[in-house]
């Protein structure tokens, strides 16, 4: 008997977490069907969007890290909608506490039921359910960043804690009213929360582990392009739901946003490939996929305050732009951020946010503010003052996140387990069968073997630098 109390003790806080979440029969506002439907469809769009992410990035790596890259955007769709439902909801959108933190007072989802979003017009689940699929594809943007080279056990525990520890505050300072928020920071659907913190702290991972094995020795080209177009493809779908989802309604500043979308991504991916066919002399598929995700980056957070024309004009910037991170600024630097993750999204991201406060109109939504091209200086000033923000924390708070997690287990995979492959020594599974290599391996890559030709220059290699 006094083992069964001890263990309802221990079990009664858990069952006031789950039993706290007040079903209601009735709502306390007026629930507009149409707006509803909208915003879970739009959550189903901003879910696909991270397996998505998976089949874009596993076809840039090489075929023997397919697998793993896959998992890890598969898995952290599991992982973090659960720290979300838990813990990153009431982080994010509780009470504010001095507009650093939230109060926890939705912690479980606690008080959080079938009621109307206050202000709006959805049940505050359906609004639960879209920022889930926000908290879930942030952290697995960062993967591109070590792609090829993270042990999947330090992976995991190390995402676990940046969403908890570096992405629940950023969002809550932005969008749960928070400092940045009374600032007049604006971020429509995730420039500043979501692309430059996840593009910088991959960028930050990256030089915390080192170069890939062989990186800049031995060509380390993309496997499979096809999967990559399609996951490209995915992407651009679900962005629809990301940014017009942002929305919250049925309305005119989604088709705002739809369009404005569409506008940003078409001339981006026009850019980058006209830069690189002018530069390098042919154009690539992967240059227009890579395009068409930057410009998608660089209009998030301005596609519910921008008309479509200055949305064209900050797209096509954009591929430009991100063109030169990847093109030639990593190159020149020799950092290995594998597939890219801040030349697209940390400098897309910077771009966006600091385009919104140049191209913002109220006429577009009176909720926003004005832009510097409009008349007005204070949101191009909030947005500096953000987007500083958002690259420090993310900068600081990785570094420490990794030294904490090194501290307790190996972070990165040793010369043989990455010439082997991590989806043979940390999945023991294989994508593809694979004959024999002439190095007389079966595990070995091709683009390991000191029999593959030295890659001097980009132009070896085509006109784009990922996985160089």
Not at 33 to 62: K, Q
Not at 447 to 463: E, F, K, R
């Amino acid at each position: 008997m006094k083992k069964l109390n001890r263990i309802a003790r221990l079990l009664l806080p858990c069952l006031a977490i789950t039993g706290s979440t007040a079903w209601a029969a009735g709502t306390t506002g007026q629930i507009d069907t149409g707006d509803t439907a909208w915003v879970l469809i739009s959550a189903a769009l901003v879910f696909i969007m991270t397996p998505g992410l998976g089949f874009f990035y596993g076809g840039m790596v090489r075929g023997k890290n397919v697998l793993t890259t896959i998992m890890q955007s598969f898995f952290i769709v599991a992982m973090i909608s659960v720290e979300w439902f838990i813990l990153g909801y009431a982080m994010v959108f509780g009470t504010d506490v001095n507009g650093f933190f939230a109060s926890l007072d939705k912690i479980g989802l606690a008080g959080v039921g079938m009621n109307c979003l206050e202000g709006g017009t959805i049940p505050e689940l359906a609004f639960v359910a879209f920022q889930c699929m926000f908290a879930v594809i942030t952290p697995a943007l960062i993967t591109g960043a070590f792609a090829e080279r993270m042990k999947f056990r330090a992976f995991t525990i190390f995402i676990l804690l940046w969403a908890i520890f570096i992405y629940n505050p950023m969002a809550h300072w932005v969008w749960g009213g928070g400092f940045l928020a009374q600032l007049g920071a604006l971020d429509f659907a995730g420039g500043l929360v979501i692309h430059i913190l996840s593009g910088v702290s991959g960028l930050t991972l990256c030089l915390l582990l080192g170069k890939r094995s062989g990186y800049g020795k031995y060509p380390m080209i993309p496997h499979n392009l096809p999967m990559t177009v399609l996951g490209a493809t995915l992407l651009w779908f679900g962005w629809f739901g990301f940014n017009a989802g942002s929305a919250l309604g049925a309305n005119a500043l989604a088709a705002n946003a739809f369009v404005t979308s569409q506008g940003a991504a078409a001339a981006a991916t026009v850019t980058w490939v006209l830069a690189e066919w002018i530069l390098n002399g042919k154009p690539t598929i992967l240059g227009a996929a890579s395009g068409c995700i930057a410009g998608l980056v660089a209009i998030t957070p301005a596609a519910g305050f921008v008309a479509p024309m200055p949305a064209i004009l900050i797209g096509a910037i954009s591929g430009i732009v991100c063109y030169g991170a990847v093109a030639v600024v990593k190159v020149k630097l020799g950092y290995d951020d594998s597939l890219d993750a801040f030349g697209i999204h940390g400098i897309g991201g910077t771009w966006g946010s600091i385009a919104t406060g140049l191209w913002a109109s109220t006429e577009v939504n009176p909720a926003g503010a004005n832009g510097l091209f409009y008349g007005e200086t204070h949101l191009l000033f909030a947005q500096v003052v953000s987007t500083i923000v958002a690259y420090a924390l993310a900068i600081i708070g990785t570094i420490v996140l990794y030294k904490i997690v090194s501290a307790f287990m190996k972070v990165r995979a040793d010369k043989n387990e990455e010439i082997a492959g991590l989806d043979i020594t940390e999945h023991d599974e294989r994508a593809y069968n694979q004959a024999v290599m002439s190095t007389g391996s079966p595990f070995e890559s091709i683009s390991d073997s000191p029999l593959s030709a030295p890659v001097s220059t980009i132009s070896d290699m085509g006109t784009n630098s990922h996985n160089l």
